[in-house]
């Protein structure tokens, strides 16, 4: 790797600091505490990846996938009233995901199960764009902290499916890879500018 790949790596790896400082400086509902949850199991995965597991980390890897993935359905299923087909989601998302890291793509990255993830999220988060548009709540979309974070988790999700639909011909080819750091850069600093439009009293 060259200096570039080395200063996509750690940015992106540290961005989330951004949003995690702005969420330090106030006080958040329920909502936005999850979505900080997400942010903050997201830098610890990266950190330990980086710096703490030796050898294949595969595993850690798979579990991290599917802990990301529960966490941002407890987030859609506030963001939609509660509505049960989040939790029918999640379950039967969650046998998939745990019966293809077991039995499929065990000693592997999970490219099916990681893709999948993607996919949904990325559906999860066009309907939410819908409803805003459906419910026209907000006149200014760009006022709403939902507008913000769910930009961010499109555009980092979007990325990320790209990165890992072809993660088996590109794994060796690490500059490829900085697609996924450019996501999840831009991802953290679209989550922080929704949590900095919070309104406080």
């Not at 987030?75 to 039995?103: H, Q």
Request: with cysteine.
């Amino acid at each position: 790797m060259n200096g570039w790949d080395y200063i996509f790596i750690y940015s992106s790896t540290f961005s989330p600091v951004i949003p995690i400082v702005i969420f330090l400086s106030r006080r958040y509902n329920g909502l936005f505490r999850i979505i900080i949850s997400f942010v903050i199991a997201s830098f610890s995965s990266d950190l330990i990846s980086i710096f703490l597991v030796r050898g294949t980390n595969y595993p850690f890897l798979h579990g991290y996938g599917w802990v990301e993935a529960l966490i941002l359905f407890l987030f859609f299923y506030y963001v939609f009233d509660k509505s049960r087909w989040v939790i029918y989601t999640a379950l039967v998302y969650s046998i998939y995901y745990l019966i293809n890291s077991t039995f499929i793509e065990a000693n592997t990255f999970n490219t099916l199960g990681r893709s999948t993830e993607c996919l949904i999220i990325i559906f999860l988060s066009l309907r939410l764009f819908y409803q805003f548009f459906i419910k026209e709540e907000d006149i200014f979309l760009e006022q709403s902290p939902l507008f913000w974070i769910n930009v961010g988790l499109l555009t980092y999700f979007s990325g990320a499916f790209f990165t890992f639909v072809l993660s088996k011909y590109i794994l060796t080819d690490e500059p490829l890879w900085i697609l996924h750091n450019i996501s999840n850069i831009l991802k953290n600093i679209l989550i922080a500018i929704g949590l900095w439009k919070v309104k406080h009293s």
